[in-house]
């Protein structure tokens, strides 16, 4: 054989295989194709093997020969090979039919927060928008700080309505989130911005609506010529952005020693819709929001300046505020540690098929 | 306290259309909270007065308290009717329902047969006429009804609203009738009646004697002011008295009783009367260590000093502004009163009821800081309304008054600018005396500023500084009157509470990247479930009143709580991932400590899945610790505490994070999920708790990024066998000594034990990363590079898994 008719040879070899490449309908085959030319012993690569056959000095030009139609073939059959893998995505009907896009995903944990901890942040990220800084205080309080602090001395009657829990080594635990208004006027003077979330303790009996552990948020403002009106802004948009809703106020007077004016703002109850139930003790109106203009003490004590500055504070009822948010009947279930209650049920053991 | 409407109709002209309600949401929202608001509608008519004539005990059956009792019913006709009420004697006056008449509670009265004797009519008990104390008992009349006259239906009826207590206790003027009056006029515009009393001369009479009075501590009695009257014969109160006494939750008890009672819930003034025969001159002073003193509820009681006594020739005879004395206590045989209108200091009488548990209608208000001027007020309102009931009463001493320091008014200098400041706008002068003026405070006004003169009642401590006055000015407007306005406020940056910011950045890390779900759990332990995991609490801050019996300790760990939680959820999901952030106490020694932890549970159903549990933890924490410091957490063997059964006794880790310690993490033992609950004992459990205190102030390092190779890397897998016992920090150790000029990186890929090694070994898999700057790697740089490492493996003794 010549360098002629190895190149005759090649090309009849590609001849047929494009013929052959025309009639092939399944990828199968066309792989069987392919091992019949290209492979070890097929039409090809039979050739390829005699290139032994040729003298040396032809063998670098029989190399490209064979070489060059092995790429061209190649060529052939992957091109049909895209052809016909196109064909069996677009065409094939069975697959089309068994691919169910409404199947659930492999369910993945989703997690959550307590409930008082999502109203929490929500109001958190509130203030934050407002310009205010996030500070916290301990649970187990001093006297000084829960009390005296607050223009509230040893002999006043306020110390009687705060039930407290008491500590054999002197402390108390806080009964209020307010200890936090001296701690931040402390650290960061006037003017001042905050918000201080975080638990409180009461010696209470427990039941369904009255709980010995429960949350409030305190929030204090200092600045030049700080007002009702502000702390009555203030009051109504933290309720309706965290209600997602208008709500009703109703603001009264109301008495704690750090604060005067003294006032209570009531929020219309979400759960019975202002028609009397027990968690508005048949009042239509949920007590949420005990504040006030600062007591002039208290900025004192905090080393501001009341012909300066004056301020106003609040504790936000967040456990109450959380209850109303979700319709939280009984506010034992918030401190049990039993989940049914506190986490969304389709959080929890897979995809709800029904009710939605 | 509950006010009756009837009562402030005597204080302030009332339309007779006024909708209770709604004035009670008025009060509501200018004054106190109101909690209730209720009709008394007995719906009387045909009640007429009845003597009794003859009572007769009808034997045990059907009830032994049953008497059939003869009454006078005008006329001079009797009847004949069935009673259950006690003290029903003979010449006592009661009301009485004739046949025909009817009350809403009974319905028509209507002649009966009571265990087989006709009963005709009905002698009312309390209950029926809206005096809910007097249960099943007989209401007794005073002469001014006489047998067989009609008994106006009107009196019954009235309206009763519940002021919430707790929103009075700065208003020491709210406890009483007259005070609630002053503000209700205030409300709706109306003058307030002046309060009736008798003129202060007529009580000076200097002809008579005065009553010796000694004070030994002034502060802790401020005023004492007595009065002696003798022609006070037992008998009822008025109907109207009586009925505006139970009204208000009071049970009448006896003329004289009740008028005292009539004029503390009036006046809020409380009043005592001792027998005259008993105390006939007054010593205010401390009780003596020890001192035993029976009280007129019978109970006998040790005082101490500090407790302040009302004596007389040196016995004492009361708890001065708690409670009298059993022995001087007024009685039938009383012909002639001291009367005591006093005025002790709040302190001194809290510490005393609180002490002996005695908190009486008496011991409250005086807690409140009385008006010092209405002892004498009282004293002229007892006479006033004595003088109707009792016509031959008689003064036998002249008012007698230990006062021995006198509080000035006060006055508050008040800056308008700070009334339009708080109120959000101008306040004039002349609105703000119209609105001052009818609840008793005088507005004067100079060129900047206002004088404004305290009336006695609100001067003990509620009215001092201009913020009071500007609330009183506030609240009149109307809350609701004030316009919202956000504020304009300086801008300022403010240093970050670091603690809290981990805090809240941990929470959310945990539940959203890891599934875990948050509960919180009270801080003190329950001993209870300590004692069931035979847990021992070590030395813990204690709380003195704890909430319940075992609740006393507070926690040091979150682990019980969480525990519980697993507990409690067992049976409604088949695996649980529980995430707590809370506060923990320890004992320390010269101050106890507060810190915050985060604990994390993993619980799933399958006794074999510890490790995996274990693995998903230790995850989740080196996870969470590089993300928020960009650092290592390093796990180390420990022996497992004594005194925490969560922690399995050889499958226990401490964490260090930067060589400080940050937690435990620990798989929990079949034993003791045993004895958390028996279905436990088939399930997996593993934890770790982590002190976030402490951990704030580690900042948080930037993270390094690396540039894309000029030349590609190559990399490399060695899979290593090292006896089990061998720990992986020790193989990674010896391996960092290996030095090598194309080596870029060492990463842990995967460890394995099973069947395809020896059983006492384990395959640790590393993959080492080569490359070279400035030109791509040959096969020979790898060789070398393999035959490099391997010989140092090999130094250590350590083989290579063939593949």
Not at chain 1, 173 to 198: C, D, E, N, W, Y
Not at chain 1, 217 to 223: F, N
Not at chain 2, 489 to 512: C, D, G, I, K, M
Request: aromatic residues 6%; proline residues 6%; hydrophobic residues 40%.
């Amino acid at each position: 054989m010549d360098l002629v008719q190895l190149a005759e040879r090649i090309a009849d070899i590609e001849a047929r295989a494009g013929a052959d490449l025309k009639a092939v309908a399944a990828i199968d085959a066309l792989r069987g194709l392919e091992s019949n030319v290209l492979g070890k012993q097929g039409s090809l690569g039979l050739l390829i093997a005699s290139v032994k056959q040729f003298p040396p000095d032809q063998r670098g030009q029989v190399g490209k020969l064979l070489n060059e139609g092995k790429t061209r073939i190649k060529g052939l059959l992957d091109a049909r090979m895209a052809e016909l893998q196109t064909a069996a995505h677009t065409d094939n009907a069975d697959d089309a039919a068994a691919f169910d896009p409404t199947l659930p995903g492999v369910a993945a944990a989703m997690g959550s927060v307590h409930p008082v901890t999502a109203v929490q942040w929500e109001v958190e990220r509130l203030f934050e928008r407002l310009g205010f800084t996030v500070e916290a205080g301990p649970e187990m309080e001093t006297e000084y700080h829960n009390f005296e602090a607050l223009n509230i001395p040893a002999t006043h009657p306020a110390r009687d309505m705060q039930d407290t829990f008491w500590l054999t080594n002197g402390m108390v635990l806080r009964t209020h989130t307010s200890p936090v208004q001296h701690r931040a006027m402390k650290k960061f003077g006037a003017p001042l911005r905050v918000i201080a979330p975080g638990r409180c303790f009461r010696y209470e009996t427990i039941d369904a609506s009255h709980e010995n552990t429960f949350h409030q948020i305190e929030g204090l403002v200092i600045d030049r010529d700080i007002g009702l009106p502000h702390l009555i802004a203030m009051a109504k948009t933290l309720l309706a952005e965290v209600m997602k809703r208008e709500v009703e106020l109703r603001v009264r007077p109301g008495y704690f020693p750090f604060v005067e004016p003294g006032i209570e703002i009531d929020m219309n109850c979400r759960i019975c819709g202002g028609a009397g139930c027990p968690t508005c003790k048949q009042s239509g109106w949920v007590e949420i929001l005990p504040a006030g203009m600062v007591h002039p003490n208290v900025l004192r004590a905090g080393g501001i300046d009341p012909e300066q500055w004056s301020g106003f504070a609040f504790g936000l009822g967040l456990t109450r505020l959380a209850m109303m948010k979700y319709g939280i009947r009984d506010i034992r279930v918030l401190n049990s540690g039993d989940l049914r209650p506190i986490v969304a049920p389709a959080r929890l053991g897979g995809p709800i098929v029904w009710p939605e | 306290m509950l006010i009756s409407l009837n009562w402030i109709r005597d204080f302030v002209e009332l339309p007779p259309d006024l909708d209770p309600r709604a004035l009670a949401e008025r009060f509501t929202r200018t004054t106190a909270e109101v909690d209730d608001v209720r009709r008394i509608e007995v719906r009387a008519c045909g009640l007429i007065a009845a003597r009794v004539t003859k009572v007769a005990p009808r034997g045990s059956a059907p009830d032994p308290r049953l008497q059939q009792v003869t009454l006078e019913v005008g006329l001079g006709k009797t009847v004949e009717t069935a009673s259950i009420a006690p003290d029903l004697r003979v010449g006592r006056i009661v009301v009485y329902a004739p046949i025909g008449s009817s009350v809403a509670a009974l319905g028509d009265i209507v002649a009966t047969t009571v265990a087989g004797r006709s009963s005709i009519g009905l002698i009312l008990p309390g209950e029926a006429i809206g005096v809910e104390k007097a249960f099943q008992e007989a209401i007794f009349l005073s002469d001014e009804f006489q047998p067989g006259q009609p008994i106006p239906a009107e009196l019954f009826d009235d309206w009763v609203i519940e002021v919430d207590n707790k929103s009075i206790t700065n208003r020491p003027d709210l406890w009483g009738h007259y005070g609630i009056a002053r503000e209700i006029a205030a409300i709706v515009h109306r003058p307030l009646i002046p309060y009736p009393v008798v003129a202060i001369n007529e009580l000076r009479d200097t002809k008579l004697p005065e009553v010796p009075i000694k004070i030994t501590d002034p502060r802790a009695c401020r005023r004492y002011t007595g009065l002696m009257v003798e022609g006070v014969p037992t008998q009822p109160a008025p109907l109207w008295m009586q009925l505006r006494l139970g009204h208000v939750g009071q049970r009448p008890i006896s003329g004289l009783v009740d008028l005292t009672n009539y004029i503390m819930l009036d006046l809020g003034q409380p009043m005592h009367a001792f027998d005259e025969a008993m105390v006939d001159r007054i010593e205010v002073d401390w009780a003596k260590d020890g001192e035993r003193f029976k009280t007129l509820d019978g109970v006998e009681r040790t005082l101490t000093r500090g407790d302040l006594m009302i004596q007389s020739r040196g016995k004492s005879v009361a708890l001065a502004g708690v409670m009298g004395g059993m022995q001087s206590e007024v009685s039938e045989a009383t012909t002639s009163l001291l009367l005591e209108s006093a005025n002790f200091d709040p302190a001194t009488v809290r510490k005393t009821a609180h002490k002996l548990g005695l908190r009486s209608e008496a011991s409250a208000r005086f807690e409140k800081s009385l008006d010092p001027t209405h002892t004498v007020l009282g004293i002229q309102r007892f006479i006033h309304l004595a003088r109707s009931m009792y016509p031959r009463l008689k003064l036998t001493s002249r008012l007698s008054d230990g006062f021995p320091s006198p509080c000035p008014p006060v006055t508050v200098s008040v800056n308008p600018l700070h009334v339009s400041r708080t109120i959000g706008r101008d306040v004039p002068l002349d609105e703000a005396r119209r609105l001052l003026q009818p609840i008793g405070f005088e507005l004067t006004a100079s060129d900047t500023h206002w004088t404004v003169g305290v009336p006695s009642f609100r001067a003990t401590g509620d009215c001092s500084i201009e913020a009071d006055i500007v609330e009183e000015i506030a609240r009149l407007i109307g809350y609701d009157a004030i316009a919202p306005t956000m504020p304009r406020v300086s801008v300022r940056s403010f240093a970050p509470n670091s603690l809290h910011e981990l805090e809240q950045s941990a929470l959310r890390y945990f539940t959203t990247a890891h599934g875990f779900n948050e509960v919180q759990g009270y801080i003190w332990y329950d001993a209870a479930w300590l004692r069931r995991l035979a847990a021992d609490p070590g030395p813990c801050v204690e709380l003195a009143n704890p909430a319940a019996e075992g609740a006393h300790q507070l926690r040091r760990t979150l682990l019980p709580g969480l525990l519980d939680a697993v507990t409690k959820n067992r049976f409604h999901f088949p695996a649980l991932s529980l995430v707590e952030l809370g506060s923990v106490f320890e004992k320390g020694d010269r101050q106890d400590g507060e810190f915050r932890n985060l604990g994390l549970v993993l619980a799933q159903r399958g006794k074999r899945d510890e490790d995996e549990l274990y693995a998903r933890v230790k995850a989740a924490v080196t996870a969470w610790t590089w993300q928020q410091f960009t650092r290592s957490v390093s796990f180390s063997a420990t022996t497992s505490a004594q005194d925490r059964p969560w922690e399995h006794p050889h499958r226990t880790a401490a964490m260090t994070i930067d060589g400080a310690p940050a937690g435990r993490m620990s798989v929990i033992d079949v034993s003791l999920r045993r004895t958390m609950d028996e279905h436990l004992a088939a399930w997996s459990i593993a934890w770790a708790e982590v002190r976030l205190t402490g951990l704030e102030g580690l900042e948080t390092l930037t993270e390094p990024l690396a540039a894309i190779p000029s030349f590609p890397l190559v990399e490399l897998d060695f899979s290593i066998l090292v006896p089990k016992t061998t720990r992986y920090a020790e193989v990674v150790a010896n391996l960092r000594h290996f030095e090598h000029p194309l080596l870029k990186m060492v990463r842990f890929v995967t460890s394995y034990e099973g069947e395809a090694i020896p059983r006492d070994r384990r395959s640790l898999t590393f993959r080492t990363v080569l490359g070279e700057d400035s030109r791509t790697l040959t096969d020979a740089d790898s060789d070398a590079f393999r035959n490099g490492f391997e010989r140092h493996l090999k130094s250590y003794g350590y083989g290579l898994r063939v593949s």
